[in-house]
């Protein structure tokens, strides 16, 4: 497992191209800008040589910046140009791609249960995703509400990263429930300003932490 620090994962930004003409490297460099501690490639939709290249990018970027950059399910293509990690679904091999990532780089891993927690830490995750609340970007995740993830984050030793529904609006409510941060795509990518919106994300999630004493 990877020496991951939870201060990484205050608020982790999801690249997406479906939002007011953005591509991913315009939601990743807005993230960036506005101090995302996290940032994900999420980009199914591309062919693998235009994934490389996007990928190649961000990673330099997020050095640069400090910042954890992870690529959606393609722990392959994150040990190739270089980035911090892979998040995986339990459905997509989570043991391979420990496997692929090595000690070094940083895996997550979603679930959708709290009986599910024991089998993240076993196949090697550094943190675990959980869907709160129902979110039209990903209509096949089961979400569990802020229950869930108090129960996760009760149970585990991992970080705990809530994602789906949240915007600056509800964040701190995640956090109070024991997450070590909050995971956003439209919050970010469909903001008309997405740089002012990860920044008052940073400002409500700190606040949270602080208050809680993380």
């Not at 927690?117 to 090697?124: F, K, N, S, V």
């Amino acid at each position: 497992m990877a020496a991951l620090d939870p201060r990484a994962l205050r608020v982790y930004v999801l690249t997406s191209s479906r939002f007011a003409g953005r591509s991913h490297r315009d939601v990743a460099m807005a993230a960036l800008e506005g101090g995302a501690g996290a940032v994900q490639l999420r980009a199914p939709e591309l062919p693998e040589d235009e994934l490389l290249g996007v990928a190649s990018e961000l990673a330099r970027a997020c050095a640069d910046a400090g910042v954890l950059f992870v690529i959606n399910d393609r722990p392959e293509i994150a040990v190739k140009v270089g980035a911090g990690g892979a998040h995986v679904g339990r459905e997509d091999d989570p043991s391979r791609a420990r496997l692929a990532l090595g000690p070094e780089r940083v895996l997550g891993m979603s679930i959708n249960d709290a009986t599910q927690t024991r089998e993240a830490e076993e196949l090697g995750a550094d943190y675990i995703g959980v869907t709160v609340w129902a979110t039209p970007t990903k209509p096949e995740a089961n979400p569990g509400g802020l229950a869930l993830v108090r129960t996760i984050a009760d149970r585990s030793a991992l970080p705990v990263v809530g994602i789906g529904g949240i915007d600056a609006a509800n964040a701190p409510s995640v956090v109070d429930a024991g997450a070590a941060g909050v995971a956003v795509i439209s919050a970010v990518a469909a903001a008309p300003d997405p740089i002012a919106a990860t920044r008052e994300l940073v400002r409500v999630v700190d606040s949270a932490l602080e208050r809680r004493g993380g």
